[in-house]
């Protein structure tokens, strides 16, 4: 019996990354993987942000939406597709569509895995923007209900709302766990604290090109506003500690220079979960992989600059702000200066707090059962 095919419909760079991220390699044995990749058909400049792309011979690349359309109904009777495409715009609607019309089933992804920045609410005219919002995703749903997926995957009761808002009720919820969660499911890593050393989550900021480049947004703070002093702020957690500050790059940076960033310090691309389990703390700002330091229960610290606090980026300190409240875990500007009592008393962690934060935003399962086994009994062969 031939196997169903499967066809990630990705509006990124495609990297093994995201391979693993889908847990492909766990699907592979059971359909046949066909992954679609349109940043160059739909957002070329956005590709300055990647260093890397997957050589995966089930990757194909295509420059224009026509192109694509052809290659996809040549072969979407009966597939399934994964979608990370959302209908934003009329472009995006049209692919969407496209989806729905010609494949079995479409699935799309609302993992989550990180807090989202606040948005500031005058009080004054909160009740109208309240109901102005609800109309608007009312409307949105309705009128877009024919280009929505058949399911949405959810990681978090976080997720679990957004998508009962955004999505129409015809899109069925799939109980999953976010990416980084999964993986954490799925390998045989163990907390541990054999090495005396620590480990920043790098996200590229500021010095690369990042999500920024998609949305249009311009770069507040500049490389030389922020890594003298993060780099003293790593010197003094060494000499307090009497750690290492290694650091973990972001996947869409590997094979850039982080030189001229972090000096010689020890850069590593492709194994922070690794490197979470193996450290003593976790240094970030605002990233999805602080899971990693939640699922290891590790201690985490967040870091900001005067000129995030000052609010000169309220987006950058809104996600700080947000993940310092839901984990528990304490700011420090590294344009300040601290005492070793200081650090030791934020390396307590908060229990609590961290569990709230793993069913917010982390899993919406209890059966810990991994995304790909989920997706193998709900989605590509269910039971009847």
């Known amino acids: 019996m031939a196997k169903k095919k499967l066809i990630v419909v990705w509006p990124y760079r495609f990297r093994d990354f995201d391979w693993q991220r889908f847990e492909l390699e766990f699907l592979a044995p059971h359909v046949e993987i066909h992954v679609h990749e349109l940043i160059d058909a739909l957002t070329p400049d956005f590709a300055?942000?990647?260093?890397?792309?997957?050589?995966?011979?089930?990757?194909?690349?295509?420059?224009?939406?026509?192109?694509?359309?052809?290659?996809?109904?040549k072969i979407s009777k009966g597939a399934i597709v994964f979608s990370?495409?959302?209908?934003?715009?009329?472009?995006?609607?049209?692919?969407?569509?496209?989806?729905?019309?010609?494949?079995?089933t479409v699935v799309s992804f609302l993992l989550g895995g990180a807090v989202v920045p606040s948005s500031k609410k005058s009080t004054l005219i909160l009740p109208i923007s309240a109901f102005a919002k609800r109309l608007y995703h009312l409307s949105r749903r309705n009128l877009l209900g024919l280009v929505m997926p058949h399911f949405v995957a959810v990681g978090g009761?976080?997720?679990e709302q957004r998508a009962a808002r955004d999505f129409s009720r015809g899109t069925r919820s799939i109980k999953m766990n976010?990416?980084?969660?999964?993986?954490?499911?799925?390998?045989?890593?163990?907390?541990?604290?054999?090495?005396?050393?620590?480990?920043?989550?790098?996200?590229?900021?500021?010095?690369?090109?990042?999500?920024?480049?998609?949305?249009?947004?311009?770069?507040?703070?500049?490389a030389t506003d922020w890594y003298p002093n993060l780099n003293k702020f790593f010197e003094f957690v060494e000499r307090a500690l009497n750690y290492q500050?290694?650091?973990?790059?972001?996947?869409?940076h590997f094979g850039r220079d982080h030189s001229q960033l972090f000096g010689e310090r020890r850069c590593v691309g492709g194994e922070t979960p690794e490197m979470v389990a193996s450290r003593n703390l976790v240094i970030a700002t605002n990233s999805t992989a602080i899971s990693y330091a939640v699922c290891f229960e590790k201690p985490l610290i967040l870091v900001w600059s005067d000129l995030i606090e000052s609010g000169i980026d309220p987006r950058k300190k809104s996600f700080i702000q947000n993940f310092a409240f839901e984990t528990g875990a304490t700011i420090f500007n590294i344009d300040r200066e601290y005492t070793e009592k200081d650090l030791r008393d934020a390396l307590v962690i908060d229990h609590a707090k961290?569990?709230?934060?793993?069913?917010?935003?982390?899993?919406?399962?209890?059966?810990?059962?991994?995304?790909?086994?989920?997706?193998?009994d709900e989605v590509i062969n269910p039971k009847k």
């Open 84 to 104: 990370h495409v959302r209908p934003t715009n009329l472009k995006s609607t049209l692919i969407c569509l496209t989806l729905r019309r010609s494949a079995e």
């Open 245 to 252: 500050i290694d650091i973990a790059i972001h996947p869409k």
């Open 178 to 222: 976010s990416f980084d969660y999964s993986q954490h499911l799925i390998s045989d890593l163990t907390s541990t604290s054999a090495l005396m050393a620590g480990v920043y989550l790098d996200t590229g900021f500021p010095g690369f090109p990042r999500d920024e480049v998609l949305t249009g947004r311009t770069e507040l703070i500049s």
């Open 48 to 73: 300055a942000a990647y260093a890397n792309q997957s050589e995966n011979p089930a990757v194909k690349r295509f420059s224009s939406l026509k192109e694509w359309r052809h290659e996809f109904k």
């Open 157 to 159: 009761s976080d997720t």
């Open 354 to 376: 961290r569990e709230s934060y793993k069913r917010k935003y982390l899993t919406s399962r209890t059966d810990d059962k991994p995304n790909y086994q989920v997706l193998l």
